[in-house]
T-cell receptor, first 114, second 113 residues
Framework: GENVEQHPSTLSVQEGDSAVIKCTYS??????FPWYKQELGKRPQLIID?????GEKKDQRIAVTLNKTAKHFSLHITETQPEDSAVYFC?????????????FGKGTKLSVKP | KAGVTQTPRYLIKTRGQQVTLSCSPI?????VSWYQQTPGQGLQFLFE???????NKGNFPGRFSGRQFSNSRSEMNVSTLELGDSALYLC????????????FGPGTRLTVT
């Protein structure tokens, strides 16, 4: 089955700097890679996702890149703000069953210092 | 559209008891997935239901079970509770297209004493 590794586990940046979180996956059949943001005490929120037929996707200050050959994908946050502080989870589709399910990385705690 | 809802939000149970958690998906969503979230293990997939059928299952013991009703609402049951079952249980719903664009509920915080 799918295995997802996420690095770093903690990341501290100054406000206005960029932050990059990287994930690797094991199943070359995976085609869907979402990112979730979870603020303290709240539910995970889908912030961006990418399909395997696309190499990069942007949404304002957030971008995700995918390298299918190397089996890794990354989340890039530019011009970070204190409200970006949260735990970020990457996930990959696990091709089990008829439609698959998501396997999550262990999370990255991002702290943005004002 | 209303978001995913879960009840109850908090639960305290004693070891050996059983518990039932409920999840109501976003209107029109037919897939409901359940996850266990713990500080050490992150988000771990329990199972997924679609049109009242379990479509996928993670690596959890048989004490963890679930079901889905015709209105897509889902329940999960944990029997013979153990201390290690203490966790945040999250459900997520998505449309017909599999695990794409899953939206999470607020979770049920289960504490086993």
């Amino acid at each position: 089955g799918e295995n997802v590794e996420q690095h770093p586990s903690t990341l501290s940046v100054q406000e206005g700097d960029s932050a990059v979180i990287k994930c690797t996956y094991s199943d070359s059949a995976s085609n869907y890679f979402p990112w979730y943001k979870q603020e303290l005490g709240k539910r995970p929120q889908l912030i961006i996702d990418i399909r395997s037929n696309v190499g990069e996707k942007k949404d304002q200050r957030i971008a995700v890149t995918l390298n299918k050959t190397a089996k890794h994908f990354s989340l890039h946050i530019t011009e970070t703000q204190p409200e970006d502080s949260a735990v970020y989870f990457c996930a990959a589709e696990n091709y089990g069953g008829s439609q698959g399910n998501l396997i999550f990385g262990k999370g990255t705690k991002l702290s943005v210092k004002p | 559209k209303a978001g995913v809802t879960q009840t109850p939000r908090y639960l305290i149970k004693t070891r050996g008891q059983q518990v039932t958690l409920s999840c109501s998906p976003i209107s029109g969503h037919r897939s409901v997935s359940w996850y266990q979230q713990t500080p050490g293990q992150g988000l771990q997939f329990l199972f997924e239901y679609f049109s009242e059928t379990q479509r996928n299952k993670g690596n959890f013991p048989g004490r963890f079970s679930g079901r889905q009703f015709s209105n897509s609402r889902s329940e999960m049951n944990v029997s013979t509770l153990e201390l290690g079952d203490s966790a945040l249980y999250l459900c997520a719903s998505s449309g017909d297209r599999g695990p794409y664009e899953q939206y999470f509920g607020p979770g049920t915080r289960l504490t086993v004493t």
